[in-house]
DNA sequence: GCCCATAGGTAGACTGGTCTAACTACCACC
DNA sequence: GGTGGTAGTTAGACCAGTCTACCTATGGGC
């Protein structure tokens, strides 16, 4: 064989983590195909990582699947962040959180679009399974994050705020469901300039 | 074998069309744990019906898989119609499209309610697939019927009135996917709420 | 009133494939 | 020399779909 010299397969890697390479790839795979459609043999392959790594790094699929779930959560709380950041006014904070969700659609999942990732992923998840609980704190924390911006807009009138807040949750997540239905982006802008007028109107 | 006399397997059953209960038993898998999640073998058997039954129906199970988008389709019409022929005002009509997805969520699925059963399949199919595009035509559809029923309220106004029909058709969205992951139908109800305040203002 | 062809039903084995999960054995680099 | 990567194999379950073989109800011709 005289097989010491070349290996065939090190060609000067960067070497990046596994457990990155395989996050990225089963995140790519499942916003795409779902996660009951995407065997682990793909997600390895994609991420051109062993299948021993993938056990070395989560104990099982589902593992995964919640490591995925988190990702998509600190991804879109880093976006609004940024979005918040960058925003002077109550009013500005509250279109924040719109524009965030439009960054996660067109940023993150640029081809192909598909809707919420995490709200598909739900979509799939049986009545009472972990990762349902977790995308439905993950929607309740955004509409807190509304409702704050808007009591700013409100002082003073909690109940009125918090039906607003309540209204833009929906109208936001609306949006987003039907942008994913459509494949384009076309809705989160039209409920962008609804949220828009109903601030105006106050 | 003297077996004319009681056959072990005949008691007098309805004998209903095996079209019919492979439609329903499917239906209550598909909804309660998806399509990809749900087999053959358990559909036939939650139907009481053999194999070789379903293949003698429908094509595939990619062909029930439509016959079952098609039937909640029918289904929520139905339920539209009764409602919107009990409403007297314009009003009620636009409201009538929010009660019939409360009735669609209490009467349908009231064990182990779990959202829209259409938008879940749509998160469950590929981007192209002809069931994602008839939910897609499914909520155009919701969003036409809408926009009818405020034509009637902003009679000359069409762009207004369109506006307005995309917000509720959000809203309503929203507050059905939000009721899904809640588990029960108070977002339906706050949302049915908030659209007749909007309504009110007008 | 009887007979029998036929349509549509049942039960279940079987094919070829994919899935998760676990295993062994080797290798490179620190 | 050990850690953490690699490739590849195996087991066992489940999948969609096909097929054989048998059963039963109905209805038309006679």
Redesign the interface.
């Known amino acids: 064989m005289a097989a010491h010299d070349t290996p065939p397969h090190a060609p000067a890697m960067p070497k990046r983590p596994a457990r990155a390479l395989l996050l990225e790839a089963a995140s790519r795979l499942f916003y ?3 996660m ?2 995407t065997g682990i043999d793909t997600i390895t392959a994609e991420a051109g990582v062993a299948k021993k790594s993938l056990y070395n790094n989560f104990a099982s699929k589902a593992e995964l699947v919640g490591a995925y779930l988190e990702a998509r959560h600190q991804e879109w709380l880093g976006l609004y962040r940024r979005r918040v950041a960058g925003a002077r006014t109550p009013y500005d904070r509250v279109l924040a959180v719109f524009d965030a969700y439009a960054d996660h659609a067109n940023v993150a999942y640029q081809h ?1 679009f ?2 919420c990732g995490l ?2 992923a ?3 998840l ?2 009472g399974a972990p990762g ?1 609980v977790a ?2 704190k993950h ?1 309740e924390e955004v509409e807190e994050l509304l409702a704050g911006h808007v009591a700013e807009l409100l002082p003073g009138e909690d109940e009125r705020a918090a ?1 607003l807040a ?2 833009l ?7 987003m ?2 942008a ?4 384009n982006d076309q ?1 989160l802008k ?2 962008r300039v ?1 949220a828009g007028r109903l601030l105006a109107e106050l």
Do not use: M, S, Y
């Open positions: 795409a195909h779902g009951g459609a192909g598909r809707g709200l598909n739900a979509a799939e049986p009545a349902r995308v439905r929607k039906g309540r209204h949750a929906f109208l936001l997540e609306g949006a469901t039907r994913g239905l459509e494949g809705c039209d409920g609804i």
